[in-house]
């Protein structure tokens, strides 16, 4: 009889519990979510590349705002603007934070600084020193001579290598992306390490070395969902990251070390100090807060931050040109009836050309520099479209998905830089966010479009573009963080002859 009351008793226990479970299950209305969710890897089956592509047609299936199970950690994903303005006003604090990825690793940012910091003081600061000392309209114009210097560099490469050889296949993908880091290492430390000039230099081998070896081991490893892997599968790039970083800091160290002692014993007057200096300015009066440790994170995300995005966007750009020709003669007409032939295009000269503009607001629509937002994680519960999103879950904003939305844009497909020249056309902020939104927006926005807007806007300029073959130039998205092109771009030039004058004696 004690034994029957026993194991009613124990079977209340049990009900009563699973009944809980399943209220509170019911009571958390998650958002839709596929319904097949697999022990241990919960959807992470239904991955294909490229994420970005695959996420929206999750959403498309099951809306704007999914419920996913990648692994251990749950996200959520949105892809209309109603539900990224919500995530980003009303819950702009909730999603503040930043889940702790190998991704951040890879690209050598550490988690103090500003991309990867956790909410709070610390990143407020951050921002500050990015925003004001760093990345300000007024410090940005002080380094117009830089990228000036550079554009030049690279019009006199192109004009030497295609004058006489209209046959020469150009890689303008390895040229884009030497371009803008040799800007950003000219900003950050004052050297540069690609071009003729740098010669057999072993600090700019070691330089090349590691920006190969970075470039190796872009994408996210599986081990940030299934944390079990970072001890069994993909131990070997965690170890190959961790030699990689050594390397870097090495690098960046000895930067610092030598900036350090031709500051020492007197104060630089200079108005273009490089990023370095400013950095070791700020740590002469905060040595305890402005350790190198955070020098070295700010350095490593200004270059590993600015220069793929920027060369890639130029590269989807002259892309989108060569399979559109009448677009790229219309830029053309533009530049030579506002700036002529006697002179090169300058930075002030960008606002004058809507045409151009128009070229590189559509170009990253269709290309954005982060299809998939920099990863938020929530730090408490909140509501996004009405459904609750509990504390820590990992929010993923769908920039490309919103950008290719038909209920939000014509042929949202087709390559037409005309949508955007009627300026007084109202659109959604959240329609479009190439450099991400909220108060994690990208503080280098205005820099990557004073780079690629002269760079563009100087080769359309200077000389004509062709394919390399009849064939239209393949436009397939590579997986990464940022948005490569599967295949790098090889295109042929020639000087235009009413340029020819001018670029013979640059």
Known sequence: METSIYFYIWLSIVFLFLLKKYLQKTNKRLPPSPSLSFPIIGHLYLFKKPLHRTLAKLSEKYGPV????????????????????????KNDVSFADRP??????????????????????????????????LLSSGRVQMFHGIRADEVRSLICRLFRWSNGDESRRLDMKSMFFELTLNVMMRVIAGRRYY??????????????????????L????????????????????????????????????????????????????????????????????????????????????????GTDTSAGTMEWALSLLLNNPEALAKAQKEIDTKIGQIRLIEESDIANLPYLHCIITETLRLYPVVPLLFPHESSEDCTVGGFNV????????????????????????????????????????????????????????????????????????????????????????GSSIA?????????????RPTMMSLLSQL
């Open 66 to 89: 999914l419920y996913l199970k990648l692994g251990s950690r749950p996200v959520l994903v949105v892809s209309s603007p109603s539900a990224v303005e919500e995530c980003f006003t």
């Open 100 to 133: 702790k990825l190998l991704a951040g690793k890879h690209l050598g940012y550490n988690y103090t600084t500003v991309i990867w910091a956790s909410y709070g003081s610390h990143w407020r600061n951050m921002r500050r020193i990015a925003t004001i000392e």
């Open 195 to 216: 071009g003729e000039d740098v010669g057999e230099s072993n600090e700019a081998k070691i330089f090349q070395q590691i920006v190969k070896e970075s470039v190796l």
């Open 218 to 305: 872009t994408g996210t490893s599986i081990g940030d969902f299934l944390p079990v892997l970072k001890y069994v599968g993909s131990g070997g790039l965690e170890k190959k990251l961790v030699k990689l970083q050594e390397k870097r800091d090495k690098f960046m160290q000895h930067l610092i070390e030598e900036h350090r002692e031709v500051q020492s014993g007197s104060v630089s007057e200079k108005k273009s100090k490089s990023m370095v200096e400013v950095l070791l300015s700020l740590q002469a009066n905060e040595p305890e807060y402005y350790t190198d440790e955070i020098i070295k994170g700010m350095m490593q995300v200004m270059l590993s931050a």
């Open 390 to 477: 509990p504390c820590g879950t990992m929010l993923l904003v769908n920039a490309w998905a919103i950008h290719h939305d038909p209920k939000l844009w014509d042929q949202p497909e087709k390559f037409k830089p005309e949508r955007f020249q009627n300026a007084l056309v109202e659109r959604d902020v959240y329609m479009y966010f190439p450099f991400g939104t909220g108060r994690r927006g990208c503080p280098g926005e205005g820099l990557a479009n004073r780079i690629i807007g002269l760079t563009l806007g100087s080769v359309i300029q200077c000389f004509e573009w062709e394919r390399i073959s009849e064939e239209m130039v393949d436009m397939t998205e």
């Open 483 to 495: 948005l490569p092109k599967t295949h790098p771009l090889l295109a042929k030039c020639r000087p």
